[in-house]
């Protein structure tokens, strides 16, 4: 074992060492009535995905038994506990898409290419690539998270603002710092607290069609899509309309419920949140756009979703490809998961369901689903790496610092790249470029 390939599973081991169960080593392998048995981990939302759709696919395939264990305690932790000793693991798991390419090159996940090849055209090749490693399948997608600016239509209404006018970030931020100036600092236009610039720079490195990582896994920082993004935030940081709160902070979710904040620009799945926690806000919300960094640029990016899979260890990979295949594959599975759940499928079969064109009466009718399908196949594909997270990390510390003491731009990413450079043991770009996706 090289700690190239499997320096996260060690890191792993210690965590389970450290008094993390296995769970699930001693489960049986049938039901004891003759039908297979399956056990499946998943958490939050899409765990409740999975068991309303569960007796639909026992009436499909009443040979199997699948038995969904839903936690969010350690869940992937005890994954990869599972996965380095042997035993214990799922048949068939969902973890987070970024996670998904640390995953693909462990050796330890089941190969689902020859089952799952001829769904690929089928899914957001953004997320897809996420599944892919040296032409083999690991993993299918599961939920996507297309952006956009949810808005409250009170105060567009009453500072007279038309969220149809807003095609730039610069149009974005004039509409702010006119209505902080007509309510006298009362509203802000949005949160973007020195500490939470990642979210954001993420969305704005893809609009810029920028890469932290080229096609051959080497550092691509250095570029002038990271230029680009860090001068939209650093306007922002600049404005005294943009409010220093944490993104999913408490200021941040009870500012739902009163007018403190006007916008929220982030994915489809902020949704869910806000219906949750602010219920009686229902009517007064919208949606637009991305503006774009520069006119006639992208207005598309994404953050989050999941995958979902199968590890080796399986003693029925066949029952676990059909469970896989019905809950990710079928268009009317993925479809009761939006309607349901406010989980955006990846699955861009679905695009064309008249589910998509209607009123949603929590956004005053409008049809935002049809908003957040627009332009997915323009989405920039960023090339994430089995270190993704560990370099997501040094781009937040050093964005903070940044932020925090107005660094100039050369500065951040000097420090980041030779951060990531140094600890990630990558080679630097000799320039950034519009690359394709790397499956390392």
């Known amino acids: 074992m090289t700690r190239l390939k499997f320096g996260f599973f060690i890191g792993a081991l210690i965590i389970g060492a450290s008094g993390l169960g296995c769970g699930g080593s001693d489960r049986a392998v049938d039901s004891g009535d003759g039908r297979t048995h399956l056990e499946v981990w998943s958490w939050n939302v899409a765990g409740n995905c999975l068991l309303d759709a569960n007796e639909d696919f026992k009436k499909e395939y009443p040979e199997i038994d699948s038995e969904l264990i839903i936690t969010s305690t350690m869940v992937q932790q005890r994954l990869m506990l599972s996965l380095i000793s042997g035993v214990g693991a799922p048949d068939v798991t969902q973890y987070e898409a970024v996670d998904a390419p640390r995953y693909n090159i462990s050796g330890r996940m089941l190969d ?33 998270g297309p952006c956009g600016v949810f808005y409250k239509r009170n105060i567009f209404e009453q500072y007279e603002i038309d969220p149809d006018a807003i095609d730039t970030w610069a149009d974005y931020l004039a509409a702010g710092e006119k209505i902080y100036q007509l309510s006298n600092g009362k509203t802000k236009l949005m949160a973007a607290s020195p500490g939470g610039m990642g979210w954001y720079f993420e969305i704005l490195l893809q609009q810029a069609e920028g890469n932290v990582f080229d096609d051959q896994g080497r550092i691509a920082l250095d570029s002038p899509a990271t230029r680009k993004a860090l001068d939209v935030l650093k306007t922002w940081l600049e404005s005294d309309c943009i409010a220093s709160v944490d993104v999913f902070g408490p200021e941040y979710m009870s500012s739902f419920k009163n007018d403190k904040i006007a916008c929220y620009p982030l994915a489809v799945w902020l949704g869910s949140n806000i219906k949750g926690y602010a219920p009686e806000t229902s009517g007064n919300w919208g949606v637009f756009r991305l503006p774009a960094i520069e006119p006639g640029g ?54 064309d369901d008249p589910f998509f064109d209607e009123e949603d009466p929590f956004y005053a009718n409008q049809k935002v689903r049809r908003l957040f399908a627009t332009e997915i196949d323009k989405i920039h594909r960023l090339n994430r790496t089995k270190d993704w997270r560990e370099a997501n990390r040094y781009l937040g510390q050093n964005l903070s610092a940044w932020a925090t003491t107005h660094r100039d731009n050369e500065r951040f990413i000097k420090d980041t790249v030779a951060q990531m450079h140094s600890n990630l043991e990558r080679e630097l770009a000799p320039k950034a470029g519009k690359e394709a996706p790397i499956h390392e």
């Not at 089952?115 to 997608?141: H, L, R, T």
């Not at 059909?322 to 679905?350: G, S, W």
């Open 112 to 144: 689902l290419t020859e089952w799952a090849m001829k769904y690929k055209d089928d899914f957001s090749q953004a997320y897809w690539i996420n599944c892919e490693y040296e032409g083999k399948v690991y993993a299918i997608p599961w939920d996507m």
């Open 298 to 351: 992208l207005r598309v990016a994404i953050l989050g979703g999941s995958v979902l899979t199968i590890p080796a260890q399986t003693k029925h990979k066949e029952a676990a490809w059909k469970f896989v295949e019905f809950m990710m594959c079928n268009k009317t599975t993925q479809l009761n998961h939006y309607r349901n759940h406010d989980l955006f499928p990846a699955l861009i079969t679905t695009f």
